[in-house]
């Protein structure tokens, strides 16, 4: 399970990047957030977590994609510290633009593992279609 896990991270990093050099009109846009909390009192708690985002920006395709973990435990002086947080979330989502470049349609896919929710693996994978209201360089909604 862990070498699943890693091959789908490395995917989902390189995705962005694979097979696109060529194309000159491209903006990328990446971002990394790594977070730690400690909180004492009746109980403590601990919470970890890492969210990374690759975007990829064409005249013609989009391609969002995201990594999202988090690790947690919790416990009082009395017992011992479970863990209460425990999941981790891959998001690709890659869209086509046509019809006077505001429309879109594309495939999304998401796999989730979540330990306290006992879930071991889930995967989504399925088509989108949308309108960009807002179709700019800064701004897109």
Known sequence: ?????????GILIAMPVAGFAANTNVTYKSSIALGATYKSGNSDKTLFTMDLKGDRYSPKNDWLNSLYAEYGKTGTSTTPKTQTEGKARGQSDWKHKF????????????????????IRFRGKL???????W????????
């Open 99 to 118: 019809g006077g470049k505001n429309f879109y349609g594309g495939m999304f896919g998401e796999v989730l593992t979540d330990a306290i929710k006992q």
């Open 1 to 9: 399970m862990k070498m699943i896990k890693g091959v789908l991270l």
């Open 126 to 132: 399925g088509p989108n279609l949308g309108y960009y």
């Open 134 to 141: 807002i179709n700019k360089d800064t701004h897109k909604f």
